[in-house]
């Protein structure tokens, strides 16, 4: 697979902090060059109580000033696109469709070919109040 790699977010490496990561889909993949790799540094979705939902993305690279292109993508549409460069943060509110009881949401980041993230999707309930939230579990 050359430089594709999976990133698993885990607070120790230990054997059941790995797969507690796994399990509850805190990980990535990323295809980078031997110079050159991003990485997630934080992803978060949550709803809040106003029923929107709390996007959170940051983004850094191996190297300062990556230019990237950046999809945040709900239920396989994009909702959000943004050409920047590394390092790379963004906060925004999304309202999720009516209807809709549970929404995911996931990342892509181009930069010069191949490099590439992408992040497993996050599930968000669409009921406000107090949810978990989405980042390396304790």
């Known amino acids: 697979l050359g430089n594709v790699e ?7 490496k230990t054997m059941p902090a790995l797969l507690k990561s796994l399990r509850e889909g805190y990980f990535y993949a990323r295809n980078n060059t031997e110079r050159q790799s991003l990485t997630l540094e934080e992803w978060k979705v949550q709803p809040n109580a106003s029923n929107r939902v ?4 940051h983004v850094t690279s191996r ?7 950046m999809r945040v993508i709900r239920n396989g549409r994009v909702v959000k696109e943004l050409n920047s ?5 963004l906060e925004f509110q999304d309202v999720p469709p009516p ?3 549970t929404s995911y949401y996931r990342v892509v980041i181009l930069g010069a070919y191949p490099l590439k993230l992408v992040t497993n999707p ?3 309930p669409a009921r406000s109040g107090p949810q978990p939230t989405n980042g390396p579990p304790d």
């Open 6 to 12: 999976t990133m698993v977010w885990a607070r120790q």
């Open 54 to 57: 709390d996007v959170l993305l």
């Open 63 to 69: 190297t300062k000033g990556e230019k990237v292109n």
């Open 85 to 89: 460069i590394t390092p790379l943060r």
């Open 99 to 101: 209807g809709i009881e």
């Open 122 to 124: 996050l599930f968000v």
